[in-house]
């Protein structure tokens, strides 16, 4: 799919209206991680250096289409301001007059930011009364929040159906990374390893991948429902069984495409969440009751080791373990840290999986970091997203 970029159209002079994702961490009033606001400069500063007014939106958790006041975007206006070094305007409401009048006040060079969009209850109902009039404040639009874009809401689809749309350079970057791997335009051999929680979330991702991949990797509590379908006794762990079935058809699917799929053959077993507890390394197939998986075990580190060595492609969604707690951490850690040593394209994406790599200091030697968990997922599963198909050149 071809989309629409902001390098190809002329801002120079215009009011430019552009989706961020400025949905950050915040602690009483201060920001705790500003990445999503740092990936959101190179836009912005071409654009100011192109001689265009910008007027950012963004939502900030789930207000509910209600004013929150520890919602509001301040913190995040403030913390933009720094890292321009320069003054940014904003509005304390999403629309009406107030916004209006800063619009017009608005000089070339200059940055507005809208308050939460949130606020308005037609943000995630895709109100069309609201796209109307947001676009009336602005020439273009630019789709800049990866993070937002698998959401049909008015600040980012509404919005681009009524404004020429373009994809923000950040936008472009994940879509250039992450569109080869949905592709399988990769180098091979291409592996994907999934974790995380639930296997229910990523059904639909790990049966698009397996079309694309030589081999999969399934760890952390989503392997749990597929041990539980070989057979294995699982105790306490958690586990979905209502997806049993769809475990047994997924492996089964991969033995008739003569793929692989890697389970854990040994787990990390506790009798509770803690740093404090009892724990055990398992092989027998036999979880006690009162116990519970809660990472890969030393054999199945080691052997997810061993296929990393021989991938070019790497793509890594969900934590191998209840990674959060240190006791627990370690086939996590360790996984991580390998995938960092390895000749290989490695992309990471997956709001826990983030924290993960980042908790073993090894974020910086992964080749693409996506900023969007439930966007990058979606969009690997099914090749676009609604507020990707707004840029699509006709
Ligand atoms: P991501 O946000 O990267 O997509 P998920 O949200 O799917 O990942 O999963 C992350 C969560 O999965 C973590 O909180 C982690 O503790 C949990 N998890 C991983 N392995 C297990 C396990 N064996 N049992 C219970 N929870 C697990
Ligand atoms: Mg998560």
Same mark, same amino acid.
């Given at each position: 799919m071809k989309h629409r970029r902001l390098m190809d159209i002329d801002v120079k002079e215009k009011k430019v209206l552009v989706r961020v994702d400025f949905n950050v961490p915040m602690d009483g009033g201060t920001v705790t991680d500003d990445t999503r606001i740092r990936v959101a400069l190179p836009t912005i500063e071409y654009l100011l250096k192109e001689g265009a007014a910008v007027i950012l939106l963004s939502h900030l958790g789930r207000p509910r289409g209600q004013v929150v006041e520890e919602l509001r975007l301040d913190p995040v206006a403030q913390r933009l301001s720094d890292l321009l070094e320069m003054e940014i305007k904003k509005t $304390?409401? *999403?629309? =009406?007059p107030e916004v209006q009048e800063a619009v017009d006040e608005l000089v070339y060079g200059e940055v507005l930011l809208l308050e939460?969009?949130?606020?308005?209850?037609g943000e995630t109902e895709n109100d069309s009364e609201l796209a109307r009039e947001w676009a009336s404040l602005g020439d273009v639009f630019v789709n800049d929040a990866f993070g937002s874009a698998h959401r049909a809401h008015c600040s980012n689809v509404g919005l681009g159906e009524k404004l020429p749309a373009v994809a923000g350079f950040l936008l472009e970057e994940e879509l250039s990374a992450l569109g080869s791997l949905a592709r399988g &335009?990769?180098?091979? !051999?291409y592996m994907a390893i999934m974790g995380g929680a639930k296997v229910s979330d990523k059904i639909g991702v790990i049966e698009a991948l397996l079309e694309k991949v030589d081999t999969l990797l399934l760890a952390g509590g989503m392997a749990n429902t597929f041990l539980k379908a070989k =057979?294995?006794?699982? =105790? $306490? %762990? #958690? #586990?979905e069984k209502d997806h049993v079935s769809s475990a047994q058809e997924i492996m089964k699917r991969a033995e008739e495409m003569g793929k692989e799929i890697i389970l854990p053959s040994d787990l990390l077993i506790a009798?509770?969440? %803690?740093? &404090?507890s009892e724990k055990e390394v398992i092989a027998d197939e036999l979880i006690p009751a009162g116990w519970r998986g809660v990472d890969i075990g030393p054999a199945t580190i080691a052997r997810f080791k061993e296929e990393l060595d021989k991938a070019k492609t790497v793509f890594w969604n969900g !934590? #191998?373990? *209840?990674? &959060?707690?240190d006791a627990f951490a370690r086939g996590t850690m360790e996984v991580a840290q390998h995938m960092a040593e390895i000749q290989a394209w490695t992309v990471i994406g997956g709001g826990d999986s983030v924290a993960a790599v980042e908790k073993a200091g090894v974020a910086a030697k992964i080749r693409h970091i996506s900023t969007g968990g439930g966007a990058a997922l979606e969009f690997l599963e099914k090749g676009t997203l609604p507020g990707l198909e707004i840029l699509r050149e006709e």
């Open positions: $304390d409401s *999403v629309r =009406g939460n969009t949130r606020f308005e209850k &335009e990769v180098e091979h !051999p =057979g294995w006794e699982m =105790g $306490d %762990s #958690l #586990l009798r509770e969440i %803690s740093e &404090e !934590p #191998l373990g *209840v990674f &959060e707690v």
